[in-house]
């Protein structure tokens, strides 16, 4: 049946609507409009086809829950009476027949899932944003699900900002040829407003090569290489945590800095929540870290430490008049830097000793954009006294949790 539409592509995205690869690839610097084409794309297909099966989802079901299911519907599907979304299902139903589901690839069960989704088991369209956390395995396994017959064509669209060079996106689907590439950048999109083209050209080192200049390139000199999203960002249930500790860093210009970590009972960490703002007086401060106390309360557990820079004497002071377990954090740059590359690596368990939920943005940036400094001679002895602001916190905390002797003598 013939379908209306009024929808006004930008220039860029008129060759990807039209595209029928099996796999489709939007790349390039943010606020291109890498989602607004995929989503228009999605719902145009699923309108055309009557009965199609189409999957749209991030790594985890829940984030896409709260990001992608409220874009498509607002800003794509409010103009039109094309059904209605399900919300204690994330189904959404046309009227057609067509049925879209809100899927993730976080863990067996929502992998399990989506292998249960659509006519036995088929699907004929899918659209996954922030495409860089996904894994190999899960990209193989969605491409299993592609095996709908309501169109004579089916599509994978992954939408991402680039990542590291190494990255199974850039290495199969970009170099290896596995999918049609589309790069936007920012400009290419009329409806930016000004403020924010002048934040993305304020950016520097890699986060300005990938987000303004759209570049899938790793930090010249990354300290921590080895640190990989698909890998070690992901969510943890708290339940499984035996032991709660924070860990901060002073500043004002700088932004001061919080950390909530869990260590759990094969001593794995993971940076639960971040708290990473400027211009905040001390008493604020202390304030977020008390907060954080007491959300640990409401697991039926206590803070057993909080690791503080040893130069912030004043700060320290303030958080133990609070009833904060702070501490005061020793120990050289490097071996600190060494102990968390170590926690970073994958262990024969298949997994690393530290990751990062997907909410804390700072330090997933951190950890990508840490970099030694240039000498002559080629030797790493120094970081780059930038991008540090949350991984200096967690050196401190390398340094004093394991030390429960000094610990115990400190407070």
């Known amino acids: 049946m013939a379908i209306k539409s009024i929808y006004a592509p930008l220039d860029w995205q008129i060759a990807p609507f039209r595209d029928k690869s099996p796999v489709l690839l939007l790349t390039g610097s943010a606020g291109g409009g ?31 829950g709260k990001s992608v299911v409220p874009f498509l519907n607002s ?31 976080q863990g067996k069960d929502q992998q399990e899932a989506l292998k249960s989704i659509g006519k036995d088991g088929r699907v004929d369209i899918a659209w996954f944003e922030e495409a860089n956390a996904l894994t190999e395995d899960d990209h193989n396994l969605i491409l299993t699900r592609m095996r709908g017959t309501a169109a004579d064509w089916t599509q994978i669209i992954y939408t991402t900002n680039p990542d590291r060079p190494n990255h199974w996106i850039n290495q199969r689907l970009i170099l290896g040829g596995e999918a049609s590439v589309y790069y936007s950048k920012a400009t290419d999109n009329p409806h930016n407003p000004k403020a924010y083209i002048e934040t993305l050209n304020k950016l520097t080192g890699v986060m300005r090569l990938r987000l303004r200049d759209g570049l899938w390139v790793m930090a ?24 709660w500790m924070l860990a901060q860093d002073e500043g004002y210009t700088n932004p001061a800095t919080i950390i909530l970590v869990g260590e759990d009972g094969d001593g794995r960490w993971h940076i639960f929540r971040e708290w990473y703002e400027r211009g905040k007086l001390q008493s604020e401060v202390v304030k977020r870290a008390v907060y954080y106390m007491e959300l640990v309360r409401r697991y039926g557990a206590e803070i057993s430490i909080d690791a503080v820079d040893a130069a912030a004497a004043g700060l320290i002071a303030e958080l133990r008049n609070n009833n904060v377990p702070a501490v005061s954090a020793k120990g050289r740059v490097l071996d600190g830097i060494q102990n968390v590359q170590d926690k970073l690596a994958v262990q024969r368990d298949g997994l690393p000793r ?58």
Request: positive net charge; charged residues 30%.
């Open 34 to 64: 890498k989602s607004k084409i995929a989503a228009e794309k999605v719902h145009a297909y699923l309108l055309k086809y009557a009965g199609a099966t189409g999957i749209i989802g991030r790594k985890d079901k829940t984030a896409a």
């Open 75 to 105: 800003n794509v599907q409010g103009d039109s009476n094309w059904g209605r979304l399900v919300k204690s299902t994330g189904l959404f139903k046309y009227n057609n027949g067509s049925e879209l589901w809100v899927v993730g690839m």
């Open 220 to 243: 010249e000199g990354a300290i921590y290489e080895m640190f990989d999203p698909s890998i070690h960002v992901k969510r943890r249930n708290s339940a499984e945590m035996k032991r």
């Open 354 to 411: 530290l990751t990062v939920d997907p909410r804390c943005k700072n330090a997933i940036m951190e950890f990508e954009s840490y970099t030694w400094k240039k000498t002559n001679t080629g030797t790493k002895d120094e970081p780059n006294k930038e991008n540090d602001h949350i991984l200096d916190p967690i050196r401190y905390l390398d340094d004093t949790a394991t030390n429960s002797a000094v610990i115990a003598w400190e407070w």
